[in-house]
């Protein structure tokens, strides 16, 4: 029994008509012969070799193959599971019993390559994240703009639109991550704070992103993760604060906030450059200073920094240095003025 009904025209839904070929030399006649004899014969295996990577073409290798490009071995891998699928699912019976012509049966043959991709398709660290950062923008201080696609700004008055910059994507790649989690679960990328804090930083570079937009940045800032199998849900989205007690959790949130409130905005700048990578002659041009006048900058954070953290515990010193890098980038536009 087919698990699936095809009313409407697998042309249209496809959009793969310029893909069919000259569909008028061929035999319906003895695609359905050749079933009933062998299942899955030559002339069977001949249209989905030839349908494998006309439609692969349009699909992600990494999400869809396990592999950086459609090569021959993905394309032969991808063949054996739609054959699969077909013999499994009766869809090369359905296609027999429903086709018009022989274009109807290869237009159905192809849609059976596109239903065995979707099948394939791995839930990816950044679709995780995405989902994340749709639902934070549901909240303060973001506003939704529009619903089709939807989009979402700063609550407040709105800055110019720009298309996102290669500054941006490498300021959020600088944020600090959360470790893996082995095999079982895909690594979350950030906390729930350093998600926030990414957000207002793109909002505040781009004025308005809506979700096609967002999810590029994302994966254009995280290729790292992009790829990485997801096989349950998210691992240790709050907060990682080592063995932080809550006494020594809001000690180490109060000298993070005092940091903020003292480093100048050079300060700021200086450190988010660093950390987004740098070179302090760089630095010293986006603050429109001498070099020795950034060093000096650099010299006065990191002071600020030691004077802090000098005495403090292991993991408060971890805890301090991830949420300032994340908020100092944010709140410092990326290292740019």
């Known amino acids: 029994m087919a698990d699936e009904m095809i009313d409407s025209c697998p042309l249209v839904e ?26 899955i014969g030559p ?19 990494s999400v869809y193959a396990r ?18 699928r077909m013999m499994v699912k009766g869809q090369a019976q359905y296609i027999c019993d429903v086709a018009n012509d022989f274009g109807h049966a ?4 192809y849609r059976q390559v596109r239903m065995t991709l979707i099948d394939r398709r791995q839930r990816t660290a950044i679709d995780n994240l995405f989902d994340r950062a ?35 994507t490498s300021s959020l790649a600088a944020l600090p991550r959360l470790p893996g989690n082995g095999m079982e679960r895909a690594s979350a990328i950030w906390t729930t704070e350093t998600l926030s804090d990414a957000l207002m930083l793109i909002c505040g570079a781009v004025g308005e992103v809506d979700e096609p937009e967002l999810r590029r940045i994302l994966e254009e800032s995280l290729t790292v993760f992009a790829t990485a199998e997801v096989v349950s849900d998210d691992a240790g989205t709050e907060i990682r604060s080592g063995e932080l007690d809550p006494g020594n959790l809001t000690m180490a949130n109060e000298i ?13 700048t200086l450190l988010a450059g660093k950390w987004i990578g740098d070179s302090d002659g760089d630095i010293a041009r986006r603050l429109g200073v ?10 006065s954070a990191f002071a ?24 100092v980038i944010a709140r410092a536009g990326g290292g740019a003025r």
């Open 14 to 39: 496809l959009d793969i008509g310029d893909d069919l070929g000259d569909v008028s030399a061929g035999n319906l006649h003895a695609l359905i012969q050749e079933h009933e004899s062998d299942v």
């Open 43 to 61: 002339l069977w295996l001949d249209e989905i070799r030839t349908a494998a990577p006309r439609v692969a073409r349009r699909y992600s290798p």
């Open 67 to 84: 592999t950086t490009a459609w090569n021959a071995d993905a394309i032969d891998d991808l063949v054996q599971d739609v054959v699969e």
């Open 106 to 109: 290869r237009a159905l043959i």
């Open 134 to 168: 749709v639902e934070r923008l549901g909240s303060p201080p973001f506003d939704q703009v529009k619903s089709r696609p939807r989009s979402w700004r700063i609550d407040g008055p709105m800055s110019d639109p720009a298309p996102a910059s290669r500054r941006l």
């Open 256 to 268: 993070t906030q005092r940091l903020l409130a003292t480093l100048t905005l050079e300060e700021a």
């Open 290 to 299: 001498s070099r020795p006048t950034a060093a000096k900058y650099k010299e």
């Open 304 to 327: 600020k920094v030691r004077d802090e953290l000098t005495e403090q515990s292991e993991a408060v010193v971890g805890y301090v240095f991830a949420r300032l890098q994340s908020l």
